[in-house]
């Protein structure tokens, strides 16, 4: 198999496709200049759909396949079915606006919604028919990524006569289990009429050819389940440091100082610089050790943001929870607004109307908490948001408090200004997706939110086993986590606690 070949499977009359796509090894080209070609062949009102998991991969295409015009629709998936929802609301028993609908049932609202519409294009030619008209040729970007009920909305439209070219990597599974994955995979292979596989890491081509064979090779290995060995000599590229964490707090990120002096080395290199790991709070641990001057990478997801605005919307009138939730927002976007330090005297405060006389930092946190007194709902939320902002940059007495994930907080600081608390949330999103903020120069993140980037040079920390266990679904994590840089990798590895995923 090769580009080649796929390439000719792209443009055979094969009605359903399944191309694996290992990371760095051309998908998107492959994907995109098909697309670009296919549009100048579909008849008046027809589409070439392609649809991805997320905004970032949507720009990514849009801007692949610039000048196709409007015969290429390029979406989330998620997108196209709250269209089709929206269409039929009420047959689904919702409101028009699905969205906010979905938003409201919280994190597994999508999937609800998804689940309803590939049930509804399950009992309705009528309705497939129609979508498999206006998408004669349907790509499917990341396929691994789509949920049960996802995959059903895709393969409903492909039955009705789209064309299906599914694209995915199963050792890029990072949401969902395993075995659904594995079990999806192999009923995909078996319909299939074409099935090829990417081989050439074209991701390499201007960094370290060498690295990108080495990467692809131990993604064979975790993908039979054996450990990567690291014994011998190593590609170009490659370089391992052995550290562990002396942290005696949880939460917290501390090595010697000549392994600190070792990974500080690999901070100075040339060009981009992608600091990764497995958990939110060693990204928190690690950013408070180089004292915040490399920020976090926060995606384009807002989970605080998006559980902030749904309970102040179920919360309307009840100010103890509406404080509780204001803490515990505060709590999850950055560090030193302690219950014991801030939380508990704001919800006393609350408590008791703020009527006691005070002075100096509890008058400051009166101050907050009258914000919520005056208006319990998301608005005087936002406005204790805003105050407390304010506080952190001008009042000693809140210096020790840090905002870690700043853009969230900073959205945050909007919600206040919509009528609305969810549809807030909605049109924040939607503004982010139009906006793609583009990753820092150098950047900390989780490896879940780094899918889909690319970097020159990537520090991969720590490869212990708390971080990589034996557990299934760490082989996908650390393979995508590796893939992620084109010139150079750097694992800290542990030498006590040592990842079964590697051999030294």
């Known amino acids: 198999m090769s580009d080649a070949s796929v390439a000719a499977a792209l443009r055979s009359d094969a009605r359903l496709v399944i191309i694996e796509a290992p990371a760095g090894c051309g998908k998107t080209f492959q994907a995109a200049e098909y697309a670009r070609e296919a549009a100048s062949a579909v008849r008046q009102g027809q589409r070439i759909l392609i649809l991805t998991h997320t905004h970032a991969a949507c720009s990514v295409f849009t801007t692949r396949t610039k000048g196709a015009g409007p015969r290429v629709q390029i979406g989330t998936i998620d997108s196209l079915i709250v269209q089709i929802a929206a269409a039929y609301h009420s047959v689904l028993a919702l409101p028009f606006d699905v969205s906010a609908w979905a938003f409201a049932q919280g994190a597994s609202g999508f999937d609800q919604l998804a689940h309803k519409v590939s049930t509804l294009l399950g009992r309705s030619s009528a309705i497939c028919g129609a979508l498999a008209s206006r998408y004669p040729i349907v790509i499917c970007d990341e396929h691994q990524d789509a949920s049960e009920g996802q995959h059903g909305v895709i393969m409903a439209i492909g039955s009705a006569g789209s064309r299906l070219l599914v694209f995915a990597d199963p050792m890029q599974a990072i949401y969902g289990s395993d075995a659904?994955?594995?079990?999806?995979?192999?009923?995909?292979?078996e319909a299939s009429n074409a099935v090829e596989l990417l081989d050439y890491p074209h991701r390499w081509d201007q960094g370290s050819r060498t690295l990108g064979e080495w990467i692809l090779g131990a993604r064979e290995t975790l993908r039979q389940g054996n450990a990567i060995d690291l014994r011998g000599r190593l590609p170009q590229g490659l370089s391992i440091i052995y550290a562990d964490n002396q942290a005696q707090r949880h939460g917290q990120y501390q090595v010697s100082t000549d392994e600190g002096r070792q990974i500080r080395s690999v901070l100075r290199r040339d060009g981009g610089l992608l600091i990764l790991s497995a958990h939110n709070t060693t990204i928190r641990g690690l950013n408070a050790m180089w004292g915040r001057t490399i920020p976090i990478w926060e995606g384009f997801t807002r989970s605080a943001l998006s559980l902030l605005a749904i309970r102040c919307r179920q919360q309307v009138g009840d100010v103890h929870a509406l404080a509780e939730t204001f803490c515990d927002f505060v709590g999850e976007v950055g560090i030193g607004f302690t219950p014991s330090g801030f939380g508990n005297r704001l919800k006393q405060e609350v408590q008791t109307g703020c009527e006691a006389k005070c002075r100096g930092k509890p008058a400051l946190i009166q101050r907050l908490a009258r914000c919520i007194l005056e208006a319990p709902d998301h608005k005087g939320v936002g406005i204790a948001l805003t105050l407390l902002h304010g506080f952190i940059k001008d009042e000693e007495a809140f210096s020790g408090v840090k905002i870690d994930l700043q853009r969230e907080f900073y959205e945050a600081l909007q919600l206040g200004s919509?009528?609305?608390?969810?549809?807030?949330?909605?049109?924040?999103?939607?503004?982010?997706?139009?906006?793609?903020p583009s990753i820092p120069p150098r950047a900390i993140s989780t490896?879940?939110?780094?899918?889909?980037?690319?970097?020159?040079?990537?520090?991969?920390?720590p490869c212990d086993r708390h971080h990589f266990s034996a557990a299934e679904k760490n082989r996908c994590l650390l393979y995508v986590g590796l893939s992620r840089a084109s010139s150079s990798l750097t694992l800290v590895l542990s030498p006590t606690m040592p990842s079964p995923w590697f051999t030294t």
């Open 180 to 189: 659904e994955t594995a079990a999806r995979w192999a009923h995909l292979q």
């Open 418 to 436: 919509f009528d609305d608390p969810e549809q807030g949330y909605t049109q924040l999103s939607s503004r982010r997706a139009q906006m793609q």
């Open 447 to 461: 490896i879940h939110k780094a899918k889909g980037l690319e970097c020159a040079n990537v520090l991969l920390i």
